[in-house]
């Protein structure tokens, strides 16, 4: 079923693929709500997926499909219906889609879309709750590293607090701290 409803799709080990959303769950970014993101996976057969204007089964279908393969940003999610938005691949624009044809996905949850400010924005130190002055030089490597492994000691079972990003932070962002850490 689809995220809201709280399942999975079967494909992948639970541990190779990222959670669906809770219900009415909303990732705030600088920019406003980031969407969730979709791959279409069906219609490898027939040159992608049905796309119609609107949510109804009975409106207009759309004159080209959806390729397999495609990455959407979803803009609503009415029961197994989806209406998005085209991030990567080919095929309409904007429309709605069916997750699933004759118990057949069509459409997987594939996780957050990315911000694609989140290069922009990332500072190893503040991940560490420090700011350096626009001259300060920034320490020696291993001092981030004793900072680091006092922060994670101190923030057992908080693991936002451990990273010193706020829920909600871009996966970019989740994983660089990770790394530094």
């Known amino acids: ?15 190779a693929r990222p959670s669906p959303p809770p219900l009415g769950a909303r990732r705030q970014a600088a920019g406003g709500a980031m969407p969730f993101r979709w791959k279409v996976v069906g219609g490898k057969d027939t040159g992608g997926i049905l796309v119609r204007a609107g949510q109804d089964l009975k409106s207009q279908q759309l004159p080209t499909r959806l390729a397999s393969g495609a990455l959407v940003d979803q803009l609503a999610l009415k029961g197994e219906r989806l209406q998005y938005r085209l991030a990567e691949g080919e095929g309409p624009s904007e429309g709605w889609v069916s997750l699933k044809v004759s118990g057949k996905t069509l459409v997987e949850f594939a996780g957050w879309a990315e911000d694609p400010k989140d290069d922009e924005q990332f500072d190893k130190w503040a991940v560490l709750g420090r700011k350096l002055g626009k001259d300060e030089k920034p320490p020696p490597e291993s001092e981030l590293r004793e900072q680091s492994a006092e922060r994670i000691l101190g923030a057992i079972g908080r693991p936002f607090v451990v990273l010193g990003l706020e829920p909600g932070s871009g996966s970019q962002s989740v994983r660089r701290a990770y790394h530094i850490l």
């Open 1 to 15: 079923g689809p995220p809201s409803q709280g399942s999975r799709p079967r494909r992948a080990p639970a541990s």
